[in-house]
């Protein structure tokens, strides 16, 4: 299908991006990597008069550490998120799950920040985030302002981002030492998850010391198990415990009912896959 017709500017620099969102307002779209945004615009379920192409900006790639915490470009590709040693030490779980997004062509053309602008409670990452306690810049007319995961996520596609705001880093507390794995279950390769479960374990001494459970598809934004973190701190480091925490995974949870599965459905894959996820990053 044929896009709406649409004006095109591709600015230089981060302050010229935030001057061009602020100019246009909510008739404005950033482009990044596009693997999200085109779709939407050859479909025509998006119709912004202006695109804002970020693409050239190369204050907003990279990857570096920065006292222990891990700052990642919001136009970093997939690709260089996945193969980078200090995601690999400071933030392995998202390393993993980056693994497992689209192919290898989207990987190499989308990008973090755009996955997480976009928003979709389907896509990977944005549970990963809100798991490793992440916090957002964004940068606006304003200045720089720091949105922690948490409050990121607003609803369906939505996200506290304001319209003449741009997001432009990632700072990742490092979780060098814990346990990790993410687990989805998928209908084919390549698809979206039906439900995706993002896991971090910390041990101490044969006991669970703390945990954190991202869950992907289980809403309208992603969200954490917070009734299975509970009940995993201070457990046993053992099947048999593991597998009664992960039995209130989907508590709190509105999963939607769709082709791929039933709320019931998604509320039985939760708890399948977070057992199984926990016991992963415990190995």
């Known amino acids: 299908m044929i896009p709406p017709a649409f004006d095109y500017v591709r600015p230089a620099s981060v302050d010229e991006a935030v001057r061009t969102l602020a100019q246009a307002g909510e008739d404005a779209k950033v482009l990044a990597g596009g693997q999200s945004l085109l779709p939407l615009l050859r479909l025509r379920l998006a119709f912004p008069e202006l695109v804002v192409d970020v693409g050239r ?79 957002l810049i ?10 922690p995961a ?7 596609l939505q996200t506290a981002l304001r319209p003449d705001e741009l997001l432009v880093q990632v700072e990742i507390p ?6 990790f794995h993410y687990e989805k279950f998928q209908r ?44 995993l701190t201070g457990a046993d480091a053992e099947p048999g415990a593991v597998a ?10 509105h999963p939607s009912s769709d082709p791929s599965g039933s709320p019931e459905y998604r509320a039985h894959l939760a708890r399948v896959l977070t057992r199984r996820a926990v016991l992963a990053a415990l190995e």
Not at 71 to 79: E, K, L, N, P
Not at 101 to 120: I, M, Q
Not at 150 to 156: A, K, M, P, T
Not at 245 to 253: K, R, S
């Open 188 to 231: 084919v390769a390549q698809a979206w998850a039906v439900v995706g479960v993002a896991a971090l374990v910390r041990r101490d001494d044969g006991h669970l010391a703390e945990s954190r459970i991202g869950l992907t598809n289980m809403g309208s934004t992603p969200l954490r198990a917070t009734s299975t973190e509970a009940a």
């Open 244 to 253: 009664r925490a992960a039995e209130a995974a989907a508590e709190g949870t």
């Open 57 to 135: 900006i190369p204050e907003l790639r990279g990857i570096r550490e920065d006292a222990g915490t891990l700052v990642i470009g919001a136009m970093t590709s997939h690709h260089d998120v996945i193969r980078d040693p200090l995601v690999r030490r400071h933030a392995g779980l998202l390393a993993a799950a980056t693994a497992t997004v689209a192919d290898p062509a989207v990987r190499h053309r989308g990008t973090f920040g755009g996955s997480l602008a976009h928003a979709d409670p389907a896509g990977d990452l944005p549970a990963v985030v809100l798991a490793l306690d992440a916090t």
């Open 138 to 147: 964004a940068v606006g007319p304003d200045g720089r302002r720091a949105i």
């Open 150 to 156: 948490r409050e990121f996520f607003l609803d369906y």
């Open 174 to 179: 490092s979780t060098e030492g814990w346990g």
